[in-house]
């Protein structure tokens, strides 16, 4: 125990000894965490987006009048069986129309033509686990056993809505990662030449050290503790600027686009906010720790 703490002790004596050094291995380390958070922050909004609109948009197959129920229903059969779809609720004509009524009650204008006749068709209500899966759907329904009898899919005017929600989705993901890594790298390269250097200012310190019998790791501790210090602080000083943007921008983000689809954006941010933080924390601490073992392992021996 006694050891351990003369380890961290002279890690964090090196860590201020190297000041210049060590500020800007944290100053591109924070760069790093922060482009890391946003990148996470980001894609809980868009799974929690991604997952809303599936639960409110679906495929809706309009089927003509001529077609027997039990037709139908047969099509909902075999639709429940494809892996791609969720959910599927049928719909009946008289269904429809009491919905409708029920939507536009008190509106007569539009209640005026139903009361003689109801022009609704029955429909199926197709619900799918992922965005693209809406495309294998309509794929299916294309197929010409089925394609006879439908009147209209409605897929096919939210068609483009959801292909660019998609193709923006998975952008932002690359985007994301693309950006973290080449900050990742970057802070690796600068703590590797911070803890080189601070080998190098130890030199003769080492000589001793290895003369007098020390062991191997608590020559090496200190470094590491260093890398581990520096990823830690970068961490916290992330952790506290990222934290009260979130706080100040998901408020006014579900005040502009208003309920519903973005509507539970701050609810999100908070229930992962934690989860946020510690993977902050230990990345950089990871990234620290990797970076002061190479530079041990390619140095300390020559020094």
């Known amino acids: ?26 100053t591109i380390m924070v760069l790093t965490l922060f482009t890391v958070a946003v990148f996470l922050i980001l894609n809980i909004v868009l799974n929690a987006g991604i997952i809303e609109i599936q639960d409110k948009m679906d495929i809706s197959v309009y089927f003509k009048d001529t077609i027997k129920e039990s037709e ?44 003689e006749d109801n022009p609704l068709p029955a429909s199926l209500g197709i619900k799918v686990y ?34 660019r929600l998609y193709i923006a989705t998975n ?29 190098f200012a130890r030199k003769e310190e080492i000589g001793i050290m290895q003369l007098v019998g020390a062991t191997s790791w608590f020559i090496k501790g200190p470094f590491i503790v260093e890398g581990m210090i520096i990823g830690l602080f970068s961490a916290i000083i992330s952790g506290s600027i990222i934290i009260p943007i979130i706080k100040y921008i998901s408020p006014k983000i579900d005040s502009y686009l208003g309920t519903g689809l973005s509507g539970s954006i701050t609810m999100y941010i908070n229930e992962h906010l934690a989860s946020v933080i510690f ?5 950089g601490i990871l990234i620290g720790t990797v970076s002061s073992y190479f530079a041990i392992r390619r140095y300390l021996r020559q020094a």
């Open 1 to 26: 125990m006694t050891t351990l703490i003369r380890i961290i002790k002279a890690g964090l004596i090196n860590f201020i000894r190297n000041g210049w050094l060590s500020l800007a291995s944290i």
């Open 72 to 115: 139908i229903l047969t099509v909902q059969e075999d639709l429940s069986k494809l892996s791609e779809v969720r959910a599927i609720n049928y719909v009946s004509k008289e269904e429809a129309l009491a919905k409708m009524k029920k939507t536009f009650a008190g509106n007569e204008k539009i209640l005026e033509p139903l009361k």
């Open 171 to 199: 952008f932002i993901k690359k985007a994301g990662w693309l950006i973290a890594s080449v900050f990742t790298v970057t802070s690796l390269i600068i703590i590797f030449n911070t803890v080189r250097m601070a080998i």
């Open 130 to 163: 992922k965005v693209e899966d809406f495309d294998v759907v309509a794929k299916v329904l294309d197929n010409e056993k089925y394609k006879q009898n439908i009147h209209n899919i409605s897929y096919k005017n939210n068609e483009k809505i959801i292909k």
């Open 279 to 283: 993977t902050q924390i230990g990345v």
